[in-house]
């Protein structure tokens, strides 16, 4: 194990309809705050009218910031900046899924400071605080209401970027598992792979590979997940199924099931990234249609670890016979496992990896023939 | 899975030699601190002279406060917050193991209220905050470094008991490995039964039975355990091992493997406390006795969790061939597994049942009939 420091201070209040007590949560930290949220769906299921029902009636007095896109826009959060200035609102209240939440966290600390908050992202600016944050999540997925990251995109430069702040931790967070019984089928695979991404990133590519209190955790974790996955795909209304996932997104990424490991190098995230940037499919979905790919060809010169996953997780012997059951368990899921799925051909291939490039220098750990070669076994 | 409030506000500060840092951590909560500790040991062992240094080089003025028993009273907590008030301290430092933390934690609440800490324990009252507190575990052991937990004993009244407060979580623990180097192979092995049974309480005995999140992480934290097990009874000296160690006594009971299980019965400490107190063997020692048997016995009623347990940590099928093979695994690693080892007979059990249903109503779910057939398994 490597040497670390962690600290986690969210207050979590998991549970059924839990929702109701928005007002309460948020009138203990200040008496108004600015309603971050994404889509105009939250109006049409109820729940923005619940919420602002619950913050009036805790006497906290609420300012709208609709409109955040699934890959938050740095200029959305600056207006979401000079709403809070204009109307001197203390808390800031995230209602959505992973953009809302990191925007919330964005506007929150940059709230706070007399600089672009763009910096945090370009030059590693970091606030001195931040208001605090409340977050709602409505998706189980990215696990941002449990830590202190944010991702966020400039739709001038192209660039999408992530940032760590201790301050960005949300002071609480209401995990409602009611609230994501209506998630479609599409988004609910899409989060089951993204939070599968979060554990397996670590696991497989955190420098540390002598860390078995953290293989073990890591490993409980995903064998939980796919248990919960098959059991949404059989009944997406199961509240307690939804519940299970919700919880395991979270500690997904809250940082122990991490802490220990050491860097990682995040190569699927990369790729999947600018995947994403040229076809706008979804996250999840582009990381199901890379991870099944990397992992093929990290196994060949590392198999040690994949082998460790293939008996302890999917219950198989060797490597690639693990990377197979889980392309087979992604797609019976519903997800894209090949780039053909996303509409992507052979000849894209430079395309992507010349994005990859941009985005990561040299393409991180796997080199440029490295990017290319993964991206081919997903072919 | 149940509704859950969780929060745990704790910074861990791991590594090797981090104990040096011991001098910076406290300074930022205060510049003057109450050191406690247990055995004159720490003065041997160089530790004592080492944490005085990091302090006086931070500008931290200390008083010290030892003499901490491994069943730590109340009246030397009452000594203790004396010594912070007659010397105006900020901080409350402990450097030893659970007693000690414990102590600590107490002495730092009980300097906040104008009455009798013993009333926290006794009458459920619950102080309105704390001293802050940092931790150095020279054990791995109880978790007490990551939770809000305390339990004391009062030698007037003979009893030991618990208490929560939000406020009692350490604001730093430094966990230091190197620290436990040179555990006794005895000591150890407590450690690593001790630290079981804080998994395997909740899991077993928590009231919320659908809970396969907390299943995994649970059965991945205990099998991580055995393998750490293993490895230090090869090599006591092996830094890594004991880095495992350390940090899988830590997140056992820091709550997040637990949160949404709902309370769980404790059988198994409510009798090796009884066990502890007309024997004085180590709390981890009767632990080892009184597990396989309340296994075994609890497995007869509701076998499904026993044998989940027996084919996902210990590899073999049926609760029963689990629980002995559990036996045969704290045997081998040295610890006592029968009454006989602790030197009570059969007509001992009688008196032991006694104090069990003194300290619980009733032996708790258990029941008096039951108290008295686990007891018997375990001769």
């Known amino acids: 194990m490597q040497d670390f420091i962690y600290r986690n201070p969210v207050q979590i209040i998991f549970g059924r309809g839990k929702a109701a007590e928005t007002g309460d949560a948020v009138s203990k930290l200040g008496k108004s705050a600015l309603l971050v949220f994404g889509k105009e769906s939250i109006k049409s299921t109820g729940l923005y009218g619940r919420i602002h029902q619950s913050l009036a009636a805790a006497g906290v007095r609420a300012a709208d910031h609709g409109g955040v896109k699934p890959n938050p826009l740095i200029s959305h959060v600056r207006e979401g900046i000079a709403k809070v200035r204009a109307e001197k609102l203390a808390v800031v209240l995230a209602v959505g899924g992973g953009s809302t939440m990191d925007a919330a966290k964005a506007i929150a600390a940059g709230a706070t400071v007399d600089y672009d908050p763009w910096l945090f992202f370009t030059e590693g600016k970091r606030p001195g605080g931040a208001l605090p944050v409340v977050t709602i999540p409505t998706l189980a ?48 695979v899409n989060g089951i792979v993204d939070t599968f991404s979060h554990i397996m990133e670590p696991y497989f590519g955190g ?12 490993e409980g974790l995903m064998l939980a997940l796919f248990e919960t996955a098959n059991r949404l795909a059989q009944n997406p209304q199961d509240y307690r199924g939804r519940a ?49 790919g990397w992992m093929s060809y990290a196994s060949l010169t590392k198999p040690e670890k994949f082998d460790q996953f293939a008996e302890r997780v999917i219950g198989v012997k060797g490597a690639q016979n693990g990377v197979v059951q889980l392309k087979m368990l992604f797609s019976q899921l519903g997800a894209p496992v090949t780039l053909g799925q996303l509409g992507l051909k052979e000849q894209d291939i430079p395309r992507i990896a010349d994005n990859v490039l941009k985005s990561v220098p040299g393409g991180g750990s796997l080199g440029p023939a490295g990017v290319e070669a993964v991206l081919k076994l997903c072919l």
């Open 207 to 218: 420098r540390e590979t002598d860390a078995p209190v953290q293989d073990r955790l890591a």
């Open 244 to 292: 299970d996932m919700l919880w395991a997104s979270t500690v997904a990424l809250c940082g122990i099931v991490q802490a220990g490991r050491g860097p990682a190098g995040w190569e699927n995230h990369m790729l999947a990234h600018s995947i994403g940037a040229l076809t706008d499919a979804a996250h999840g979905a582009c990381l199901a249609v890379v991870m099944p």
């Open 141 to 188: 997925a990215t696990g941002s209401e449990m830590n202190g990251n944010a991702v966020l995109a400039d739709s001038v430069s192209g660039l999408k970027l992530g940032m760590f702040s201790p301050h960005c931790y949300p002071a609480v967070s209401i995990l409602d598992p009611e609230l994501t019984l209506t998630v479609p089928k599409e988004q609910t």
